[in-house]
């Protein structure tokens, strides 16, 4: 199934400031203001981050029903998910619209599942997890900064061990995920 062993290693994106903005207190604003360069591109580059995860645990992002998405950088400090997501016409709130083959959901809910374990593929562990990153977290400036460019990816960084000691399951929030805006990776 492409799932990748977490002590494979490669290059990490480069890192840049995180950008913040009043709309991050309100994500689901009415107006949205995508860049002029987002207008004709509605892609936007994600890339989930997982640190501090349980050795000896695979992952993986679902695509679809059943698919399954191999990271694209593994170390022992983190495994990292390249995925792209589409922006569709605003929804009636003025909610951003993800929609591509990882959105899970519905369009007023939509997230991405980081699957573990048995869930992963992986044979013969005792884990079988999801965790679930809800999209309309990210912040709104995030999104229109990101959107269509690109050279640009928002990252969500994932604590990746619950206080039982086994990988990330139910829905994150902060403090164990936070957003930022990255270089896109090549």
């Not at 679902?62 to 998910?81: N, T, V």
Request: charged letters at 20%; proline letters at 9%.
């Amino acid at each position: 199934m492409g799932v990748v062993q977490v002590d494979a290693c490669c290059g990490l994106p480069r890192r840049t400031d995180t950008i913040r903005n009043k709309s991050d207190e309100n994500p689901r604003m009415t107006a949205i203001r995508l860049p002029h360069h987002a207008r004709t591109s509605h892609a936007l580059q994600l890339i989930l981050t997982l640190t501090a995860f349980p050795s000896g645990v695979l992952f993986a992002v679902q695509q679809g029903r059943d698919g399954l998405w191999p990271p694209y950088a593994a170390s022992a400090e983190s495994i990292s998910f390249a995925i792209t997501m589409d922006i569709g016409p605003a929804l009636a709130d003025g909610s951003f619209n993800f929609r591509g083959p990882f959105a899970q959901g519905t369009p007023a809910d939509r997230f991405v599942y980081v699957n573990s374990g048995g869930y992963a593929g992986q044979q013969n562990t005792p884990w079988e997890r999801r965790a679930k990153i809800q999209l309309g977290g990210i912040p709104r400036g995030l999104v229109e900064a990101a959107a269509g460019d690109p050279d640009r990816a928002i990252e969500g960084r994932i604590h990746g061990t619950m206080p039982d000691g086994g990988p990330v399951c139910a829905t994150v929030h902060p403090p164990l995920l936070h957003w930022q805006l990255v270089a896109r990776p090549r």
